[in-house]
């Protein structure tokens, strides 16, 4: 361990091999395989080099707002400052973790527990259902160019949510989870951990929260989805970060055989946020739909990276990443369709629609295939304009004022990816916040 | 006379999997050079080259500090293909001439040389549709011609020596502003050790009524060819340049590394028109770009059948109100190529337009890359781009990539980016075999009519040739 003290301040910023024995003292009951990982890790992300301006995986990137300097270890919190206001829909159970800590739960109904569906916190789940949790925990490699910060996320790794349901179980219900970070400068590394055995159907909701006037903060989180032959996982991520934070999101989907996996992620918060999402369709029949909506505000960065690759032959993918642009803001979205040579009868769509609702934002798309099969059908499309001037001018002819019928319109592009989510109330909190953030 | 010797004459196996001809150019000849810089790179390389050429100071200052620029800039293999890291620049003769003055009849051209391109037909198309003609054997041009009719229009065409000799008030102010020497590790390359390609001039309101062709073709084994070709086409003046090139098929690598710039200036129409079909182990790596004035009109139309690794993405930069720029690329990938192509526009002035339509077909093992960059600054506005990417796989293990990059700015333009990727439809197929025809000609016809909407815009001794080239004959392979 002392020759990590070597590495240059500049690559590993705050999280030092001492800030790192902290956050191991932090865990030390939890079981010896996962502290090793978590030791190997943190060795990954000391050595691996900050992202150059040379990395294609950082194209258009602001490399300058990666620093790591500044940040602390998330400190414990008062219970009272949360308060259970900040809940949304009610649904069937519900995990409140503040600066890594579980501070309110809605445990599960007994007729779930009792078909042994599993739903608790990520320490817990270690402690108990470590046989569970240990293949499917950080099990995919990171694939679109943030190793260093996937490496730091695994080494700070302290809580999270685990959700298991057992085969032909079906929660009827969606399972909401609230991460929330409070403290002028805490580092946060939430994760979630869904895992859908054969036939089980699952919806798990994750909220990202700063505290009140919380200023800058790191947020470096990640979630697995593995969805057993026949399963159906519902994904909803919603990040509203405080303004000042760098956030790095990091998906990993496994799709078996004949699953549907659907994955929405709604980005609102930070200053700078970057989401890999990768899904493997390994099996005949997977189908995985990868849905995002993004509000970029004042000069805020939304640095979005997708990789969906078909691994088995009849599989498809769906891909649609929707940003409305104001201000100054700058979205990134790059893509890549990877079908692999055996992979025949696939099926993959991409596509990137930009809003373009400010003539200082900044849209870039790097829509990409990388197809080794010939009896495929894949298709992308990127398109970057402003509101439809006929749209728009209809709604104003029927004497809609323009304010609201941008508004209209707005909501009109988001739709499309809202009118996924099939639970009325889960639509409904993420449309607010939509709407609140157009006010803001 | 020196005895001519043929080498390999026949043409090698006709590759009757995929039955496209690529072997049109695979001969030969043994020649005697005056001029050889040698194997390998280095400065006294190019003090060589500068010195045959007895070139002005400036260029031969031009030329050392590209190689310069060349050894210090990587290889970009962070985004490209790893087979560059196979190109041995020290293995490469970089200079190969019987000497520097082309000649203006085919009667005075050397009959070793006149005959590879009587070989090839150029004599006889330019007979029939040209209005001039450079053909240029290894590093130099061998024949250079242009019509009185055009050249008392004030139309200059001659090769880069000449230009930057005989005409620097033209052509210097351009020279390498288009494309800097820094642009990428190749263009300096070219910088450093360039020889031959056509410098044109087309004075106001000249429209040149036939095109202008240059013939590129390599008979040295591991030479290098690194032609430079600049076009600048006057206020209101219109030019269609073509260029075919070949090479024998050698059993070590060859490289192929030209800088094409053109400059439209204001209400100029430049169409550049490039059908490359080079041995399958020629590295062809092209940097071409040209620049739009206002109301002008650059259009490239880019065909890539052969090559072992074309890398090669015609650029407009729109710098003018309304110009407008256009490439239409077609790709041909068979086994043991990788056709890695596309575009590049930069929008830099309101109201600017650009179009590419990129189709690519994988045969066999063969891989095509599609790779763009549409690039649309601050505060401009009524920019436009439309992309269309279409591939078409014909073998299971065909392959074929998409990599645009696509980055906008602000409210007032608009960018669509569309790509699709297909096989030829089985119903397709066999609607035309129950109508007589046989698998064969069935595919070639569904290939045929793949690219067909873009191989009408060709001229049309061009698209008979290349619906020639993408004759295919592929018997079984369906499927």
């Not at chain 1, 790095?248 to 970057?274: E, Y």
């Not at chain 1, 323009?402 to 809202?418: C, I, Y």
């Amino acid at each position: 361990m002392a020759s990590l003290t070597s590495h240059s301040a500049t690559t590993v910023g705050a999280f030092t091999a001492e800030v790192f024995a902290a956050h191991l003292a932090r865990v030390q009951h939890l079981p010896a395989w996962w502290l090793d990982r978590k030791r190997a890790a943190y060795d990954r992300f000391a050595a691996l080099p900050l992202p150059k301006r040379t990395d294609e995986g950082w194209r258009f990137s602001n490399l300058s707002g990666l620093s790591l300097a500044g940040y602390k270890l998330a400190e414990p919190i008062n219970h009272q400052q949360v308060t259970k206001q900040d809940l949304g829909a009610p649904g069937a159970g519900t995990l409140l973790l503040a600066n890594h800590q579980l501070v309110y739960a809605e445990p599960l109904a007994a007729k779930f527990t009792q078909q042994g569906v599993i739903f608790t916190t990520l320490q817990e789940a270690l402690l108990k259902h470590s046989d569970l949790v240990r293949p499917h925990l950080l099990a995919q490699p990171s694939k679109l160019g943030s190793a260093k910060f996937v490496a730091l996320h695994e080494a700070f790794l302290e809580n999270g949510a685990f959700i298991y349901v057992p085969r032909n179980v079906t929660v009827d219900l969606p399972l909401g989870v609230f991460h929330y970070a409070s403290g002028t400068g805490t580092a946060l590394f939430p994760h979630t951990l869904v895992v859908a055995e054969e036939n089980a159907k699952v919806t798990v909701a994750d909220f990202f929260r700063s505290s009140t006037g919380a200023g800058a903060q790191f947020a470096c989180g990640g979630n697995d989805l593995y969805a057993g032959h026949g399963a159906q996982v519902t994904y909803l991520a919603m990040q509203d970060w405080s303004r000042e934070t760098l956030s790095f999101q990091f998906n990993a989907t496994v799709a078996r055989r004949d699953t549907r996996v659907l994955s929405i992620n709604l980005h609102a918060g930070a200053r700078q946020a970057r989401h890999e999402s990768f899904s493997q369709l390994q099996a005949p029949g997977a189908h995985s739909e990868m849905l995002a909506l993004t509000i970029a505000h004042g000069t805020q960065e939304f640095d979005q990276r997708t990789l969906q690759i078909h691994q088995a032959p009849n599989t498809s993918s769906n891909l649609l990443y929707k940003n409305a642009l104001l201000d100054q803001a700058k979205t990134i979205f790059s893509g890549l369709i990877v079908v692999d040579p055996d992979a025949q009868k696939t099926d993959a769509y991409q596509s990137n629609r930009n809003l373009m609702l400010s003539d200082e934002a900044e849209a870039n798309s790097l829509p990409g295939l990388e197809i080794q099969a010939n009896d495929v059908r894949c298709t992308h499309g990127a398109t970057s304009a402003r509101i439809d001037a006929e749209q728009e001018f209809y709604l104003e002819s029927r004497g809609i004022n323009p304010t609201q019928a941008q508004e209209l319109l707005v909501f009109g592009f988001f739709e499309e990816v809202l009118g996924k989510i099939e639970n009325s109330q889960l639509h409904d909190s993420l449309a607010e916040i939509i709407r609140e953030k157009f006010k803001a | 006379m020196k005895p001519i010797t043929e080498i390999d004459g026949a043409p090698a196996s006709a590759s009757p999997v995929v039955g496209i001809d690529q072997t049109a150019g695979n001969f030969s000849y043994k020649v005697d050079y005056a001029f050889d810089a040698g194997t390998g790179l280095s400065e006294d390389t190019v003090r060589y080259i500068s010195s045959v050429k007895k070139e002005a100071p400036w260029i031969l200052e031009f030329r050392l500090k590209a190689l310069k620029t060349f050894w210090d800039k990587p290889m970009p293999t962070h985004w490209a293909t790893k087979d560059l890291e196979n190109i041995d620049f020290q293995k490469i003769r970089y200079y190969l001439s019987q000497g520097q003055k082309p000649k203006r009849t085919w009667d005075e051209v050397p009959d070793d040389i006149k005959k590879t391109f009587e070989r090839l037909g150029i004599p006889e198309q330019e007979r029939k549709f040209l209005a001039g003609v450079e053909a240029q054997f290894d590093s130099e041009a061998a024949y250079s011609n242009i019509k009185d009719i055009v050249a008392k229009q004030g139309v200059i065409f001659v090769n880069s020596t000449e230009g930057l000799r005989e005409h620097p008030e033209i052509f210097k102010k351009f020279f390498g502003k288009v494309i800097p020497t820094g642009d990428n590790k190749f263009s300096a390359l070219n910088s450093a050790v360039f020889s031959g390609g056509s410098f044109i001039y087309v004075p106001p309101g000249v429209k040149v009524a036939q095109p202008l062709q240059a013939y590129f073709r390599i008979n040295a084994e591991n030479f290098g060819q690194f032609e430079r070709t600049l076009i600048i086409a006057d206020e209101g003046a219109e030019v269609v340049y073509m260029e075919g090139c070949t090479a024998p098929k050698f059993s070590t690598s060859t490289l192929h590394s030209a800088v094409v710039e053109l400059v439209a200036l204001k209400g100029a129409k430049i169409q550049y028109i490039t059908v490359q079909n080079w041995a399958n182990n020629v590295f062809n790596l092209v940097t071409k770009r040209g620049v739009a004035h206002e109301d002008a009109e650059i259009k490239w139309i880019d065909c890539n059948i052969g090559s072992r690794l074309t890398m090669k993405y015609p650029g407009v930069v729109l710098k003018g109100e309304r110009a407008r720029g256009e490439v239409l690329s077609i790709a041909l990938a068979n086994d043991g190529q990788h056709q890695d192509t596309g575009a590049k526009m930069v929008h830099a002035a309101n109201n600017t337009t650009s179009n590419i339509i990129a189709k690519s077909i994988s045969v066999g093992q063969g891989r095509s890359t599609y790779r763009g960059v549409v690039h649309i600054p601050k505060h401009l506005k009524g920019c436009k781009n439309n992309t269309e990417c279409d591939a078409l796989l014909i073998n299971t293990n065909s392959r074929t990539d998409t990599y645009p990059a696509i980055s906008v700015r602000g409210d007032r333009n608009a960018t669509q980016h569309e790509a699709s990727v297909s096989k030829v439809s089985e119903d397709m197929i066999f609607y035309m075999q129950s109508r007589g025809l046989t698998e064969a000609q069935a595919m070639s016809l569904a290939v045929n009519g793949f690219i067909n909407d873009l191989a009408r815009q060709f001229p049309m001794e061009y698209s008979v040739e290349l619906k020639r080239l993408i004759d295919l004959e592929m018997e079984g392979s369906v499927g």
